[in-house]
Every structure is written in structure tokens, then in C-alpha cells.
């Protein structure tokens, strides 16, 4: 027995998965070739995030926790170059460490590195390990840290060790990042670059030190309430939110020199390209249901 | 090669357990914790088994109430290094307070245990199906082979950066054999795959959103209509057109027309709707978790047993 052909309204709602996959790839790509300057407004919570950092002092260091890998390089990486680059360009020291992924301080370190070449390219003074920054390394349990910062900073990394000058691995109060820091207050700030829920762990633990965010597009929504409710002094959110944080850098007097515009530029147009896709697919779908349905009834 | 009990001299701070670099008092510290845990273990695994669920009981109790104890109780204000307790309440409050970072330090030991147990388990389980020829027990063999080349090879690059040329290896002139190596494995295969792997989840979005966003009912409408607007909004193409042709009918910030950007009206889903909503979800997640967390405390999950 032959089949009845397909009407339209079907045809429309069972698009073969493979022709989707084709025209997103491709779409996606195009980016790649073409570079687009797309017009932006900041949203209140990024422009908050970029004054806070733009005002830090060269006096107190800040601490870091960055808990991204490569799995939410797409926002991630760029949210923590961005922040790199402030943070390089305006002195201000800092100690990094990690309590979600055992991976997380290299994937630091490495991007450190590739902001201290752009330095070096430009002719600025590269970023010196040690003497600028310090990476306290991994805590496996990120509640437990989070607890024990809050109670008694110096106890709770008194273990950690990273290299000195010459090499040696040295307790991190030995450094001249930390050399003054006794409590988890006197650190100026206290900025978390993450790609999971370690932001909430955070919020729920950590006080006496203003907090800010960058995350990604995911962990938008829930950690939005945090900024809401003013817990948060700043959040940079997903792409959108790292854009934000380049274009405030390009119209900046005060970073005409650093690479403002990279990945939040690069990679915003493959944002749109791919939102304006689904939404075609969205109506694609729908217009064929109603079509089906009304030439059912 | 390198000590790898190697570790800083232990200074006033230290806690009692740090002995010296190489010393004897730190081979005998390591040696009595290696055998009262071994010890402790056998002990418990030769337990009755009621006996059993009563010493884990008892443990989950002790370390529950020292965080319930350490939530509730008065917290120090401004305490000072050389500030005693007036009262038994405060004697308590410092006994918390400096107990904190040895228990977090003792759950952060734990919680790296857990790293060895899952990777522990990963070989057993990943071992077990090669040496019997199970079904698909090349992707097991694949995994294991992975993850002992990637310890090898990432000890031995870690190794050379602790040597006297470590300092030199900053630099990609300086590197050896081993460091390209490393770098090849973590930069250029396990952090590339990551990506890739997560990169997947695009595909796996739009085929969703096509064939499962339907307007079947009032709440697909809305969830819908939301959900466009949420995206239009993340697009400053579109948010900026918008915006223009809001300008165009009439500019002044305190005309009512104003109220129909786009980024007013995501902020007003944001604020008014979906904050609220995760607030709410997240009381009820906590509120979930306490209950949860009380059956843990006082032992009354049987399951497993």
C-alpha cells in the first residue's frame, strides 16, 4: 500500500536533523570570514561590574576564584581576558585559586600568559608571577573554603605554595601579593570568573569583602538574583556581558592602549546568527502545526 | 627527581602535624596517620554490623553538629589575636571560630580522597571489562590508556619545571621534549575536546527548540513570547533598530512609548518575573535540603545499608 504524500504543514514540522545541523554550521561560520562591528548598549549589571574593577586601587589586591575550563572558553575565556587586561593595566595585584575544576589554574595561567604576550607585544611591562600575581592552586571542596576564607583567610591558604622568583615553590604570604593581606577583608574585592554553580557556593559563604561575577549565559538567570538583591556589586553574564565589558574598554580613554575588542567582538555576530536561526526554526515548526491543523479540521 | 614530600619549614602558624623538610618527626607524623587509618579501617570493616552503623552514625553527628553549631551559635565580632573569652558562650564562639580552618582543611582532604576514590573506581570498573574482552572494551582501553599517559607524561613536565631549568621553560624555546608533549595532550587534545564536546550542545538546542516549541497551549504562548524576547534582547543589532524606531515616534526618556524597548521590557521579565520565580524555586530547594540534610545528620537515610 502506497503512503500518502506529506502535506506542507508536515513537512514543515519534521525538517530532517541532519539539514539543520548543515545550515547552523554553516551559518555560524560565516562570522569567521566577515567582521562585523554590531552596535551595543551595556546592561546596568555589566556596566556596575567594569566601574568596580576601573576603580580598584594598586594598593590592596584582589582575589580571584575562577573555576572555568575550555568547556565555557566561548565566554569564559574572554570574561577572564578582559578582566586580565583591566586588572594588568591598572596595577592591582592578585591571587587566584580554584574550587570547581582541578584543571582551572593551568586554564588560568595559560590565558594570563597569552594577556602578558599582548603586553609584551605592545611594549607594556609583562605581568610577573610572584611579584603581581600569585596562584594558590586547587581546593577539592569549594563549601569548605569558601567557610574557611570568610573565618580565617591566612589559615585557610597557609599550605599553598607557588613559585618564587628564582623558581622554588614558596609559601604564598612570602609573596608581596600577599605580604600584607591577613584577613579575607583586606582584599579590595573578591571577583569569581565561573562557568558552574560554584557562584552560589560562594554567595552563601563568603562575607566581608564586596563580591562581583562573571559567568556564564547558563548561570545568568540564578545569579542575577544575587545582583537584584545588591549581594553582587557587579555581573557580567555570557556573551552578551562580555561584549558589554569590550565596548566599555573601546569608548575608555583609560585602556586606549590595550586590546579592547577580541572575543566578545568575535564571536557576538555567531550569537545573533545563531539566536535569529532558532527563532526561525521556532516559527518554521509552528507555521507547519498550523497549517496541519487546519487542514485537519 | 623530585621530593615529593617536599613542602615549606614549618613556622609558628604551622599546624602541629607540619613537621620539617625530610625530617625524621615528618616520616614518623606520615608513617602513624598511614597506619592508624589503615588501622581504623580494618577496625571498622570488622565490626558488627549494627556496631557499624552505629560508629557512622556517631561520626555523621559529631561532624554535622559542628556546622550546625558553628551556623546558630553568636559569632565573634572584631575578635583580636590576644582577646580571651569573658563568658562560657564566648569560649564557646572561639573554639568555633578556630576550629573552622582545621575542619575545613580536614573536608578539603576528604573531598581529594573522593578525587582518588572516582578515579579509583573509573579503572576498576574500565579494567575489569578489558582483561575479560567485554563488549566495547576498546573505549575502555582507550580511557585507561588516556588517562596513564596523561599522569605520566603531566608528572614529567610537572618534574622538569620544578628542576633548575624551571624557570627557563616559561619561555617555548626553553621547552623539552616532555613539555611539548604535555602540551600537545592538555592544550592541544583534552582542552580542544572539552570544547568540542560542549560545542555539541548548540546542535542539540536548535533541534530541540525546533521540534518541541510548539503553541499548544496559553502557557506555550507565553513561555514562548518570553523566551523571543529574552533572545532579541541579547541581540544589540535588534535591540539597537528597536530602540531607534522607539526614537522615532518620540524620543523624550519619559514618554510612555519608552516603555516598550526592548531592554525595558527584559528588565521588567527579569526583575518582576523571573527573579521572583528563582527566589521562590530556591526556597524551596533549601527548604528540600534541610530536610534532607537533618535525615543525613541524625542518620534516619537507611538506604544503602
Known sequence: MSQAPRSLGDKLQSLPKPALYIVLIILTSIPLFAKVSIPNRPAKASIDFYNLVKNLSADKPILIQTDWTTSTRGESAGEFKSLMRMLMHKHVKFCIYSAGDPQAPQVARDYIDIVNQERKDHGDTPYVGWSDYVVAGYFPSAEAISNSITNNFRTAFQDKKDKNLQGTPTPIFESPVLSNVNKVSDFSAMLIVTGSNTSNVAIERIKHVPLAMMVTGVMGPETQVYYDSGQLKGLVTGLKGLYDMETQMVKDPDFSKEKSLDQGAAYYPTLHIALVLMILAVIIGNVGMFISKRRAA | ?305
Open chain 2, 1 to 305: 627527581m623530585m621530593d615529593l614530600l617536599a613542602q615549606a619549614a614549618p613556622t609558628d602558624n604551622s599546624p602541629f602535624w607540619s613537621g620539617a623538610n625530610g625530617s625524621n618527626a615528618l616520616w614518623i607524623g606520615i608513617l602513624v596517620a598511614f597506619l592508624l587509618g589503615v588501622g581504623l579501617i580494618f577496625l571498622l570493616i570488622q565490626a558488627p554490623v549494627r556496631a557499624r552503623r552505629t560508629i557512622v552514625a556517631f561520626f555523621t553527628f559529631i561532624s554535622g553538629g559542628f556546622y550546625v553549631l558553628y551556623y546558630f551559635w553568636p559569632q565573634t565580632i572584631d575578635r583580636q589575636k590576644m582577646d580571651l573569652p569573658r563568658t562560657p558562650l564566648e569560649g564557646v564562639s572561639f573554639w568555633l571560630e578556630d576550629a573552622m580552618p582545621v575542619v575545613s582543611q580536614l573536608t578539603n582532604i576528604l573531598a581529594g580522597f573522593l578525587l582518588g576514590l572516582g578515579i579509583y573506581s573509573l579503572w576498576r570498573v574500565h579494567g575489569r571489562k578489558v582483561i575479560k574482552m567485554q563488549k566495547d572494551w576498546i573505549f575502555s582501553f582507550v580511557l585507561l590508556a588516556s588517562s596513564i599517559l596523561m599522569v605520566v607524561v603531566g608528572y614529567m613536565d610537572w618534574a622538569t619545571k620544578q628542576g633548575p631549568d624551571g624557570p627557563k621553560l616559561s619561555e617555548h624555546a626553553n621547552w623539552h621534549t616532555i613539555n611539548y608533549a604535555r602540551d600537545f595532550l592538555f592544550e592541544g587534545f583534552l582542552q580542544q575536546m572539552d570544547a568540542a564536546m560542549f560545542s555539541i550542545i548548540a546542535f542539540f538546542i536548535l533541534s530541540a527548540a525546533y521540534r518541541a516549541f510548539r503553541i499548544r497551549s496559553v502557557e506555550a504562548t507565553v513561555l514562548l513570547a518570553t523566551a523571543l524576547i529574552v533572545m532579541l534582547s541579547l541581540m544589540g543589532a535588534v535591540t539597537n533598530a528597536w530602540q531607534g524606531a522607539i526614537n522615532h515616534i518620540n524620543p523624550s526618556p519619559d514618554a510612555f512609548v519608552q516603555n516598550f524597548s526592548l531592554d525595558t521590557i527584559r528588565s521588567w521579565l527579569t526583575n518582576s518575573v523571573q527573579t521572583p520565580s528563582i527566589r521562590g524555586i530556591d526556597f524551596g530547594i533549601g527548604i528540600g535540603s534541610l530536610a534532607m540534610g537533618l535525615r543525613l545528620w541524625l542518620s534516619l537515610e537507611r538506604t544503602g545499608s
